[in-house]
């Protein structure tokens, strides 16, 4: 007993009619003719009745035809179930993202991901940016968050998914504190308190300092942003913080304004190798993160550039 047999068999059976069942069936007449019987052959019982009227079941065919649907229904639900497994996104994602983004974006991402793509796992890589595009370059992540500009540019495609405000960072009880917006005239006589140079955010607050036409006095740098935060806290200095960090940030004394007299943004990107091919789970990731941001509004302010200082990548 083959599939098809059984099919054109219900075929017959719902029509009462060969050759508009060979027609529905897409065979001709005498090919659906033959495997019927070859079916009834099989079964040892005739399925129907011919009359020139038409043709109607057997005792036999009533019997067999409720059993032969529901085979019928079965073989769709597997042959479904085996399209929705075939379609399924699944497999490892190995995400690169710099300290500054990574607690505050990476967490919201992943549990979308995994919610709608329980099949895909993560592995999470947290490092500076030149440390990234390394281990992108290798092979060793499919994907970064980071904050562009970067080097070798034309390396790279890039997924821009909003742009983060930087903050100037003042201790609550700081002369400047409780204005909404500072120039940076106001800071060149300030210490700052900046992340190592390694890491982009540093670059970024540097490059705003030069670009105001002042070489800023940097008198600590740190590996952390809660570090920063808690040394802009005891007065030892101002800082920069992007503004993504603030829903997430532990209470601090310290308070934040706007730059004047225009606001200043970074972009964060999704970042992965030209030469590299995407995935299913990456082109779903990015699909995912592109509609998880594309209310949040654009920046009317001016794109933080990177600037060259000593030892560091500008990005």
């Known amino acids: 007993m083959e599939l098809h047999q059984i099919r054109y068999f219900v075929e017959v059976a719902r029509v009462r009619n060969f050759t508009r069942a060979a027609e529905r069936c897409h065979i001709s007449q005498p090919t659906l003719s033959h495997q019927i019987r070859k079916l009834e052959e099989e079964l040892g019982e005739p399925l129907f009745h011919r009359q020139r009227s038409g043709v109607r079941l057997t005792p036999f065919g009533d019997i067999f035809y409720p059993r032969a649907t529901r085979i019928l229904q079965e073989v769709k639900s597997v042959e479904d179930e085996a399209l929705s497994f075939q379609q399924e996104v699944r497999g490892v994602l190995r995400i690169g993202v710099i300290p500054t983004i990574a607690p505050y974006l990476l967490p919201r991402l992943v549990e979308a991901m995994i919610e709608q793509h329980p099949g895909v796992t993560f592995e999470v890589s947290e490092d500076p940016t030149e440390i990234l595009l390394q281990r992108l370059r290798h092979g060793q992540l499919d994907m970064a968050l980071a904050s562009p500009p970067l080097p070798d540019e034309q390396d790279w495609r890039l997924c821009d998914l909003l742009e983060d ?61 809660e570090t920063v935060l808690a040394l802009v806290e005891v007065g030892l200095g101002l800082s920069f913080t992007p503004s993504i960090a603030l829903p997430f940030m532990s209470p601090r004394e310290v308070v934040f304004s706007s730059i004047a007299p225009q606001s200043v943004f970074r972009r964060i990107s999704l970042i992965w190798p030209k030469s590299a091919a995407p995935t299913r789970a990456h082109l779903a990731f990015l699909e995912l993160a592109q509609e998880l941001f594309a209310s949040m509004p654009k920046a009317k302010g001016e794109a933080v550039l990177p600037v060259e200082t000593k030892g560091g990548t500008g990005s």
């Open 165 to 225: 405000e930087l903050l100037i960072t003042l201790p609550r009880h700081h002369p400047l504190a409780g204005r909404q917006q500072l120039s940076l005239d106001e800071l060149k006589q300030h210490p700052l308190v900046l992340m190592k140079e390694a890491h982009c955010l540093s670059q970024q607050s540097l490059s705003v300092c030069h670009r105001a036409g002042f070489q800023p006095n940097v008198k600590i740098e740190s590996s952390q942003l």
